[in-house]
Structure formats: C-alpha cells, structure tokens
C-alpha cells in the first residue's frame, strides 16, 4: 500500500526531469524566436503601432536580438525572421511613403487605363453593371472576401512549403517580401490614389469603395478596427498593387515547384484582379505594375538563391 504513493512521486520526478532535459537554452531561445515573431504578427493586425511607431521598431530591435545567432548559424528557419519582420518593415515603411514631399498623382492611371480599354474606365464600367449603392449582392461580398484572402493566402502557403518543402522555403520568401520591397519603393517614388479615392477628390466620379457597403453592414465595429490598422496609415499606396503582385509570385513559385497548384493559384490571380478593380480599390495598370514587382523578384530568387538549399535538421 505505500509504494503506490512512492511510484506516483517517481513517475512525476522523472517527468519534471525530461521536461527540464527538453527546455535547453537552444530550445528556449526557440522559443523566444517564435514569439517574438508571433507578436510582430498581431501587433500588425492592431491599430497600435499604428498610435505607437516606437514601439513597432522596439519589436524589430527585440527581434533582431532574438535571432542574432541565427544570422551566424544560417539554418532555413532564419528565413521565417526575414519573412515575418521584413513584412512588418514594410508595414511600418508603408505608413511614411504618403509623408514625403512628392504629390499624389491621380490622372496618369486613369488615362493609361482609358488608353488600354479604348477611352473606357474599367472600374467604373464593372461597377456601372453590377454594384448598387442602395443593396448588397453575393458578387459584392465575394469579391471582398477574395480581396481579405490576401491576408490569409500567402501566410498560409508559407507554413506549408516550410512544412513539406523547406528546402524551397527561402525562395518563397524571398521573392513574397522582394515582391513587396519593390511595390514599397513605388509607393514612395509615385504615391497613387486609388480609384474609390480619386472619385472622392472629383477625377473619377461614378466609383465608390465597395469595401465599406460591405464592410460597413457586415459588422461595421470590426470593418473599422480593420481598416484602420491596415488601411489607413497610407491610403495611396495603390501603385503597384501589392494585392497582385504577392498572389502572381505565389503562381510563379508554384510553376516552378508544385505544379499541381499552379493552375488554380493562376485562376486566383485572375479572381483578385478583378474583385481588386471591382471594389474601387486597384486600376489595371496597378496590378500589370505588381505582376511586374513579382517577376523581377522572382527572377532574382532564381539568379540569387540555388534551387535547392539544404534543410537544417
């Protein structure tokens, strides 16, 4: 009858032993990796580095330290801190690209457009034939939701080819952050309005955001406290879309790698180019401008990176 009591005490001492085999420094500051990056992803989803700039480069100094001895070492998972901090520099970056001295332009995408589709607006047309002011439709809401799949899609692809492919991971990454790098510069070389914008300021009368109606009636609480975090730091950074030119690298990556998801990543390249000019959000010449962003850096993924880069176990 004693010993039960003595086996119960051995069995959780040799537990609390394994459990402190496993909590190493190495797997500790695994841990602390992880988190910091976890933190650099809702934080982005937040309004508060938005209200707090400081702190949302605190976080990249902490991070940088975090990671510092993966910089030495070099394993693949390195490439999760270019990935997830580089997206969220280029956030922070973002918010600044409309703060410069240069003017926002307006008419040279409307004529380029009009140019291409022979004196027609694009944006205006589609939403002349199918939106409505007055109700919402199933096209509306659809093509939101393909617009808001862009801050699923390539995170999710990200976690997958690490999972399944990790030796094709850093050129994933590489050409999804050199994608937006690129769009980046643009927006500080020639910050755009787009076009539900353009429309508010007269040079495009007859299109709306149909963003908001959606958004506005579906749970305006939440819309708002989207946008806000993610809209509103920088509305004019429309040239290149980003939208586009993200979904297109994620087709050339898998033409290249998987090519059984290259037709239906190709097929919703198509959908988010459309749904992207349907909401007022993107003119045709801005996602030509980010399928261009994403074949440069597709193209220097392959000049820069081998095809394939051994895993670190």
């Known amino acids: 009858m004693v010993s039960e009591p003595r086996d119960r005490e051995t069995r959780s001492g040799d537990a609390n032993l394994g459990l402190a085999r496993r909590l190493t420094p190495a797997s500790l500051l695994l841990w602390v990796q992880a988190a910091v990056l976890l933190a650099m992803a809702l934080v982005v989803v937040t309004s508060f580095w938005k209200d707090h700039p ?3 480069w605190a976080l990249v100094a902490a991070a940088a330290a975090a990671w510092a001895r993966e910089f030495r070492l070099r394993r693949v998972r390195l490439w999760w801190f270019g990935y997830v901090a580089g997206i969220f520099v280029y956030t ?3 918010s600044y690209a409309d703060e410069t001295l240069i003017p926002v332009r307006r008419d040279y995408v409307i004529e380029a457009d009009r140019f291409l589709f022979f004196g027609a607006d694009p944006v205006k047309w589609m939403q002349g034939s199918l939106f409505s002011t007055s109700r919402i439709t199933a096209i509306d809401v659809a093509a939101v939701l393909v617009h808001w799949s862009f801050f699923i899609a390539p995170h999710a692809a990200a976690v997958i080819i690490f999972l399944k492919r990790r030796e094709l991971f850093a050129r994933y990454a590489f050409v999804v952050v050199a994608t937006m790098y690129l769009g980046l510069a643009l927006f500080f070389l020639v910050p755009t309005a787009p076009p539900w914008l ?3 300021e007269g040079s495009l009368n007859g299109v709306y955001r149909v963003m908001d109606f959606v958004g506005g009636r579906v749970n305006g609480d939440t819309y708002r406290s989207f946008y806000a975090s993610l809209g509103e730091p920088n509305s004019v950074a429309a040239m290149p879309s980003i939208h586009m030119g993200v979904t297109f690298a994620m087709f050339l990556w898998s033409r290249a790698h998987h090519r059984p998801s290259a ?3 190709l097929a ?3 959908i988010m180019g459309l749904a992207l000019v349907y909401l007022g959000e993107h003119y045709v ?3 030509a401008a980010g399928i261009i962003c994403a074949a440069v850096s597709y193209l220097a993924a392959n000049r820069l990176l081998p095809a394939e880069l051994q895993a670190a176990r």
């Open 54 to 56: 400081w702190f949302g």
């Open 92 to 94: 922070l970056l973002r």
């Open 198 to 200: 353009a429309a508010q």
């Open 263 to 265: 037709w239906p990543l």
């Open 268 to 270: 919703y390249t198509g």
């Open 285 to 287: 010449l801005d996602l």
